[in-house]
């Protein structure tokens, strides 16, 4: 059974820092890309960062690029997140994702197999 476990969400100030993690298991981690997306109340789910099964090729939604870095480890099974000058409009659910397209690190949500239930973030202003 696939489980993509998010973690490290919160509460920050607006400028301020959080790192999420995806811990991954019954898959071959290694195998996948990975990506985080994330849904704010109102909004469709939308992209924020993918990488590649090796970590290569990393691809960033504009709105955070510069600010947010996706990283993984593929020798504990984990990705991460680090998200830096965090902003209000920042405020959503985050989800991490598998997609067994390992060379792609796509922004279609449509494209990723297995998902993560998700971890709250809030920027306060």
């Known amino acids: 059974q696939v489980q993509l476990v998010e973690s490290g969400g919160g509460l920050v100030q607006a400028g301020g820092s959080l790192r999420l993690s995806c811990a991954a298991s019954g898959l071959a981690f290694r195998n996948y890309a990975m990506g985080w997306f994330r849904q704010a109340p109102g909004k469709e789910r939308e992209f924020v960062a993918g990488?590649?099964?090796?970590?290569?090729?990393?691809n960033y939604a504009d709105s955070v690029k510069g600010r947010f870095t996706i990283s993984r480890d593929n020798a504990k099974n984990t990705v991460f997140l680090q998200m830096n000058i965090l902003k209000p409009e920042d405020t959503a659910v985050y989800y991490c994702a598998a997609d067994r397209t390992y060379s792609s690190a796509s922004d279609h949500a449509a494209e990723y197999d297995y998902w993560g239930q998700g971890t709250q973030v809030i920027v306060s202003s």
């Open positions: 990488i590649t099964w090796s970590g290569g090729l990393t």
